[in-house]
């Protein structure tokens, strides 16, 4: 179910610069009463969440709260760290527009997930690999270039409020380690940095279409043996087809760009085109399955 933070109608009071306490109530509160109505038109739940325009800075959070508490690559999961999200508009390597959280980090949206009614399909291994960005009920929405109307929440399975961008719930990833990385660009055909209003960003977001951009062709890749780039791993480049040193081991990839991969060597057998990183090829059926890669 769905919780509004962006209900037509709501009074926001901006903050008056008072500093936010670790168990003070919020400088500023837009409630959202049950039986509101989310982005999307479904139900909200009432979750009490405060929308508040301008940074985190600007409206005076205390500091190691909220988004600046969250360990890079981690969930967050300590309650300061649930105090508060930030959401703006910003540019991550080639991704202009896309949303960035309070520290810089890109924001990605899953095609496994729906948008309406907002559900996701992400838990367990996949929510370690992809960190659900969530909030505390009760807590602060910061928006910074970010229609409030496109802002809402989605309650998980495990009772968490799951940030919704344009319906989509909105999450980081693992290997984003620094602000401004986008490692998670294109992973697996299916994760995509989210733009202000919930489409994907980047030019391998939407290149299916007549017209549209198409990815650049990638010159190398890192085959890894676990999921998730989990290591040993092995490297290969060069142009045109290049066979695998250590073949049918590989269970991730790491590209920089388009590549097709095969069953067998001298790019023979079975083949799949790939467009950046892939955390799990069992998802496309190339699980221990790749002898030899195509460039170009």
């Known amino acids: 179910m769905i919780v ?14 008072a500093e936010d306490k670790d168990n003070s109530a919020p400088a500023a509160s837009a ?19 405060s929308l508040l325009s301008g940074t ?7 500091p190691r709260t909220g988004d600046w508490a969250v360990e890079p690559g981690k969930p967050a999961v300590r309650p300061e760290a649930q105090r508060w999200v930030q959401l703006s508009a910003s540019k991550a390597g080639a991704l202009n527009p896309v949303v960035v959280n309070g520290a810089g980090f890109t924001l990605y949206r899953f095609d496994k997930d729906t948008a309406n009614p907002s559900k996701s399909t992400c838990d367990g291994d996949c929510a370690s690999t992809w960190p659900p960005v969530v909030v505390a009920p009760g807590g602060r929405i910061f928006l910074d270039g970010v229609d409030k ?9 495990d009772g968490s ?44 977001a939407g290149n299916t279409g007549r017209g549209g951009p198409q990815p650049k062709p990638a010159t190398s890749v890192v085959l890894f043996d676990d999921r998730n780039f989990g290591d040993p791993s092995q490297g290969l480049t060069g142009k045109g087809c290049q066979n695998v040193a250590r073949d049918n081991v590989a269970s991730s990839l790491q590209a920089q760009g388009s590549l097709k991969i095969w069953s067998e060597r001298n790019c023979t057998g079975k083949s799949k085109v790939v467009n ?8 496309i059926g190339f699980d221990n399955d790749i002898s030899s890669v195509f460039f170009g």
């Open 56 to 62: 985190a800075k600007a409206n005076n959070a205390s």
């Open 31 to 49: 409630a959202t009463p049950a039986g509101g109505r989310a982005a999307g038109g479904s139900p909200s739940a009432g979750q009490d969440l």
């Open 161 to 204: 409020l799951q940030v919704t961008v344009g319906g989509w719930p909105v999450y980081r990833f693992s290997k984003d380690t620094k602000p401004g990385e986008t490692k998670g660009q294109g992973v697996g055909g299916t994760w995509f940095g989210v733009t202000p209003d919930g489409k994907k960003a980047g030019a391998g």
């Open 149 to 157: 109307s496109k802002v809402g929440t989605v309650k998980r399975d």
């Open 276 to 283: 950046g990183d892939v955390a799990d090829l069992a998802t």
């Open 4 to 17: 509004s933070v962006a209900t037509s109608g709501v009074l926001l009071l901006s903050a008056c610069g």
